[in-house]
């Protein structure tokens, strides 16, 4: 499905619902009727939320259809409108997957990924109000349909179970529900769903971060002068074709002058995996004389670029966003050997007892930074790996400074859209929550050390190796 670019992620509707037409909602919805006909599912899932398999089918269909045309227009494309021409690339997209694969397992895993939602939410506060489940709201919150037939279901299959107290109906697990949710949370990690879905929510954060160079300024003291430094140390010559990774909106790129260095006969081809930076980045671009740039969405575990393509690599504060050991494979394969790849980017910081570690402390309590997918590497990570992919290489540990005043945007950056905590095991009313805790414990934390007390030391690292072919 991920190799297809069909995704169940009927959140990211969220951000497109007001830039649906009717007309188009029509469509698909008819289209979905269509599928449901064609590709019926081979063995009978409606019973899991309470439906006759029909009428499961033609609202997951709908909902697959949805989900990627907003996945198509959101994320690869940087728009929250869904045309005409994005919802027709959907079904082509959906077409072509189930006369590939069939419908019995993308069905099976709607309902699998559905009732994990239902469960995870009463696994999470103990009880639900009937009323609140039934809406949708705090686990669901894009549903236009109530979950009356799934409750139903779920009480009749012994799953989940209805208790009153002080004359209100709430909702909880069973012990057979309990497992059941327990088994279905590790099947969809086993099948790469929720690192999907963690990595496509922060993906859609930053796409959304419209001040998101502003916000890099105001919070990393000095990092004009990082940038500087980091074209001093590529080596960068005219004529050179350089590859930059984790572009953003074009700051090192343009702004810092990367696209001076490769001169006339040179050329910057400058990526990054969200469709928004990318964006923002060519609106950049029309403002300036810089023929010699192209800027591409691309993440740099995949580059869409044929092997020995560069003269060089570089990147500013990306590579602790990636999978280290995929990523250097990579520029191992595009760059030219003898060419360099340079960088500087974020080391795990050790835990100390300061006003980030009081100002987050929520998110330790909850254990969600215990089990991050993606945190910072240590010290020896990099030096650790680089020898399989470099020829030689160099490491040098720095202390950078980080201003983190504003508090509203720490709380965007670090645990909405960074890596700060797993997220996971969280449903969305959760989620929410926390943000706002964090942003409450924010202010409160500023006023406590003032905002000259919120500059923390973040150890970083700056990187140079040279490219090593077998």
């Known amino acids: 499905m991920m190799q297809e670019d069909i995704v169940i992620a009927p959140w990211l509707m969220m951000n497109n619902a007001e830039q649906l037409s009717n007309r188009i909602k ?19 899932v409606g019973w899991i939320l309470g439906e006759d398999s029909h009428s499961l089918e033609a609202r997951a269909y709908f909902e697959i259809l949805l989900s990627t045309a907003a996945y198509l227009s959101h994320m690869r494309l940087g728009t929250l409108v869904i045309t005409e021409e994005i919802s027709s690339v959907a079904t082509s997209l959906l077409r072509r997957y189930l006369s590939s694969y069939g419908s019995s397992f993308i069905l099976s895993m709607y309902a699998c990924i559905m009732l994990h939602l239902d469960a995870q939410l009463l696994h999470y506060y103990g009880k639900v109000p009937e009323g609140i489940f039934v809406s949708g709201e705090w686990h669901r919150p894009w549903i236009d349909y109530t979950l009356e037939k799934e409750l139903e279901a779920c009480v009749k299959a012994g799953l989940f179970q209805r208790i009153a107290e002080n004359g209100e109906s709430f909702i909880q697990l069973t012990v057979e529900g309990e497992a059941l949710f327990q088994q279905y949370h590790d099947h969809l990690k086993q099948a790469g769903y929720l690192k999907q879905r963690e990595q496509l929510i ?3 954060n930053f796409t959304n971060m419209e001040d998101y160079e502003a916000i890099m300024t105001q919070s990393f003291v000095n990092i004009r002068g990082y940038r500087r430094q980091l074209l001093e140390r590529s080596g960068i010559r005219p004529g050179m074709k350089v590859l930059e990774l984790g572009c ?14 490769v001169g006339e006969s040179g050329k910057v081809v400058a990526t990054d995996i969200s469709v928004g930076m990318i964006e923002r980045a060519k609106r950049k671009l029309t403002s300036r004389t810089a023929p010699r740039v192209d800027f591409q969405p691309a993440a740099a575990e995949n580059l869409p670029f044929p092997d020995n393509e560069f003269d060089a690599v570089v990147g500013m504060m990306f590579l602790h966003f990636t999978d280290i050991p995929k990523v250097f494979a990579e520029i191992r394969r595009v760059t030219k050997a003898g060419g360099k790849f ?4 974020g080391l795990s910081v050790p835990v100390q007892k300061d006003f980030f570690m009081e100002w987050f402390q929520p998110v330790v309590e909850q254990g969600l930074a215990e089990d991050n997918s993606a945190p910072l590497p240590k010290e020896s990570c990099v030096p650790t790996i680089a020898g399989q992919y ?21 709380v965007r950056f670090v645990a909405q859209a960074g890596t700060l905590a797993d997220l996971n095991s969280l449903p969305w009313k959760a989620r929410e929550s926390l943000f706002q805790v964090l942003i409450d414990r924010g202010y409160a934390i500023r006023g406590k050390y003032g905002a000259e007390g919120m500059k923390r030391i973040q150890p970083a690292q700056w990187f140079q190796g040279t490219v090593d072919k077998p």
């Open 26 to 44: 029509a469509d698909l919805q008819e289209t979905a009727r269509e599928f449901t006909a064609l590709f019926p599912g081979e063995a009978p």
């Open 202 to 204: 922060r993906a859609s």
């Open 248 to 261: 953003g909106c074009g700051a090192l790129t343009l702004d810092a002058g990367l696209w001076r260095l």
């Open 342 to 345: 340079t960088t500087l980017f």
């Open 390 to 410: 470099f020829r030689d290489f160099t490491c040098e540990t720095v202390e950078t400074v980080f201003d983190l005043s504003k508090v509203e945007n720490v």
